[in-house]
T-cell receptor, first 114, second 115 residues
């Protein structure tokens, strides 16, 4: 099955700096890559996603890049703010039986220091 | 996105008992998913529930331990049976988006503690 690795497990940055989280996946059939943000005690919330036919996507301060050849994708957060502090999960999904089967990475705890 | 609710939000249970968690969606969805999130860990898919058919379980999860119902397109239940302290986790349901079946949205979760 699919295996998703995520690094780093923890990341501390100064407010205003950039943060980068990297993930790799194993199954070349994966075609959809969502990123979720989970604040303490809350549900995971989708923040951005990218499909396999796209190399980069940006939404305000958040961008995601995908390298299909190398099977890795990354989340970039610019001008970080304290409210960006949370656990971030990358995921890779494969269409199977009419739905997307999602495999999550191990998570990155981001701390933005004011 | 759909509005998803879960009941109960949290519970403390005794070893050997069972707990049924409910997941309600405000719109019809094709697929509903149940995940487990152990303390400080990532999300692991337990099973996928499609209305009108048996749930599909992932490796390591069995129907006797985690029976699932999906009686209609807006509702599902997950039962955690014969609980042990190792079952202490957050259990989350998710649904695929009505706009895009690629995207999953999560319910608020049920925090279960087994003593």
């Amino acid at each position: 099955g699919e295996n998703v690795e995520q690094h780093p497990s923890t990341l501390s940055v100064q407010e205003g700096d950039s943060a980068v989280i990297k993930c790799t996946y194993s199954d070349s059939a994966s075609n959809y890559f969502p990123w979720y943000k989970q604040e303490l005690g809350k549900r995971p919330q989708l923040i951005i996603d990218i499909r396999s036919n796209v190399g980069e996507k940006k939404d305000q301060r958040i961008a995601v890049t995908l390298n299909k050849t190398a099977k890795h994708f990354s989340l970039h957060i610019t001008e970080t703010q304290p409210e960006d502090s949370a656990v971030y999960f990358c995921a890779a999904s494969i269409r199977s039986g009419g739905y997307q089967k999602v495999t999550f990475g191990t998570g990155t705890k981001l701390q933005v220091i004011p | 996105s759909a509005v998803i609710s879960q009941k109960p939000s949290r519970d403390i249970c005794q070893r050997g008992t069972s707990l049924t968690i409910q997941c309600q969606v405000d719109s019809q969805v094709t697929m509903m998913f149940w995940y487990r999130q152990q303390p400080g860990q990532s999300l692991t898919l337990i099973a996928t529930a499609n209305q009108g058919s048996e749930a599909t379980y992932e490796s390591g999860f069995v129907i006797d331990k985690f029976p699932i119902s999906r009686p209609n397109l807006t509702f599902s239940t997950l039962t955690v049976s014969n609980m042990s302290p190792e079952d202490s986790s957050i259990y989350l349901c998710s649904v695929d988006s009505t706009a895009s079946t690629d995207t999953q949205y999560f319910g608020p979760g049920t925090r279960l503690t087994v003593l």
